[in-house]
């Protein structure tokens, strides 16, 4: 329970951070007037605010996937594609296009990478839950050692009511 207050602690975080870089209205006058020759100081202001912005908006997209993780949210094909594009400049074994042929602990090992080693705790304690919307309604989750359960969703959403009750 406390992973997921202090993840949605950070992202709130993050937002604020990422509202305060954009309506910084210097950097905007000096983003909006770039057309022009720019001093030196300015230049450094707004190469480094462009930094900042990128790195905050990236720690966001992975926080959003570490809450999606732990709140037992679905990875499907265009998230773990997003998270390919993320990582394929450093890993150029990931730059070819995605198919349902794939294992799925390739997926997972694309999802684990897109993390840059952080949120260790997330990935070691929660499953990666997949779904691809295949005709027999197959999920799968993924354990950090690379157990793979698959189950149909219909099967999986009778077990969660029983639970409940």
């Given at each position: 329970?406390?992973?997921?207050?202090?993840?949605?602690?950070?992202?709130?975080?993050?937002?604020?951070?990422?509202?305060?870089?954009?309506?910084?209205?210097?950097?905007?006058?000096?983003?909006?007037?770039?057309?022009?020759?720019?001093?030196?100081?300015?230049?450094?202001?707004?190469?480094?605010?462009?930094?900042?912005?990128?790195?905050?908006?990236?720690?966001?997209?992975?926080?959003?996937?570490?809450?999606?993780?732990?709140?037992?949210?679905?990875?499907?094909?265009?998230?773990?594609?997003?998270?390919?594009?993320?990582?394929?400049?450093?890993?150029?074994?990931?730059?070819?296009?995605?198919?349902?042929?794939?294992?799925?602990?390739?997926?997972?090992?694309?999802?684990?990478?897109?993390?840059?080693?952080?949120?260790?705790?997330?990935?070691?304690?929660?499953?990666?839950?997949?779904?691809?919307?295949?005709?027999?309604?197959?999920?799968?989750?993924?354990y950090s050692n690379n157990i793979v359960l698959h189950r149909s969703k219909d099967r999986l959403e009778k077990y969660i009511c029983l639970k409940n009750k």
């Amino acid at each position: 329970m406390e992973t997921i207050i202090r993840l949605l602690q950070k992202k709130r975080k993050l937002k604020e951070t990422l509202e305060q870089i954009n309506n910084d209205s210097r950097y905007r006058n000096i983003s909006f007037v770039c057309a022009g020759s720019l001093r030196k100081g300015s230049r450094n202001y707004m190469n480094r605010m462009t930094d900042k912005l990128c790195r905050t908006y990236d720690e966001l997209e992975r926080c959003k996937r570490a809450i999606k993780i732990v709140t037992g949210g679905y990875f499907g094909l265009d998230d773990v594609d997003s998270c390919r594009t993320d990582i394929m400049a450093y890993w150029p074994e990931y730059e070819a296009n995605l198919t349902m042929y794939e294992p799925i602990v390739y997926y997972v090992e694309i999802i684990r990478k897109s993390f840059w080693g952080k949120y260790r705790n997330v990935l070691e304690n929660y499953p990666i839950r997949l779904d691809f919307d295949t005709p027999n309604r197959t999920v799968f989750w993924v354990y950090s050692n690379n157990i793979v359960l698959h189950r149909s969703k219909d099967r999986l959403e009778k077990y969660i009511c029983l639970k409940n009750k």
